[in-house]
Nanobody, 124 residues
Framework: QVQLVESGGGLVQAGGSLRLSCAAS????????MGWYRQAPEKQRELVAT???????NNADSVKGRFTISRDVAKNTVYLQMNSLKPEDTALYYC??????????????????WGQGTLVTVSS
């Protein structure tokens, strides 16, 4: 069973930095894209940044120039370096992965997996 384990959230003052990590494990043949999403109180979940297996990234306009997504393919881990944090960045941050598994029957299947979330709180 594929699991995503996030870490690195916490409380930080505005202007500060945090680094989130997300490690995938369990029955993985390969991972296509990985990414980070966030959900603030009373708001819908939104894309923060994604990174494809080849390294191409996609960032939300609200975090461009402040957040950087990166990936260690060998470790099945994705990172989110968050700088110049703002109070509006406060949210529960979720890791997401598009995982390919090799089944016992010898075929492949793709799964979309979510982590449990890690809380980021930015004080003003």
């Amino acid at each position: 069973q594929v699991q995503l384990v996030e870490s690195g959230g916490g409380l930080v003052q505005a202007g500060g930095s945090l680094r989130l990590s997300c490690a995938a494990s369990g029955g993985i043949f390969s991972i296509n894209a990985m990414g980070w999403y966030r959900q603030a109180p009373e708001k819908q979940r939104e894309l923060v940044a994604t990174i494809a297996s080849g390294g191409k990234t996609n960032n939300a306009d609200s975090v461009k120039g402040r957040f950087t997504i990166s990936r260690d393919v060998a470790k099945n881990t994705v990172y989110l370096q968050m700088n110049s944090l703002k109070p509006e960045d406060t949210a529960l941050y979720y890791c997401n992965a598009d995982v390919r598994q090799l089944t016992l029957g010898g075929s492949y299947r793709n799964l979309e997996v979510w982590g449990q979330g890690t809380l980021v709180t930015v004080s003003s």
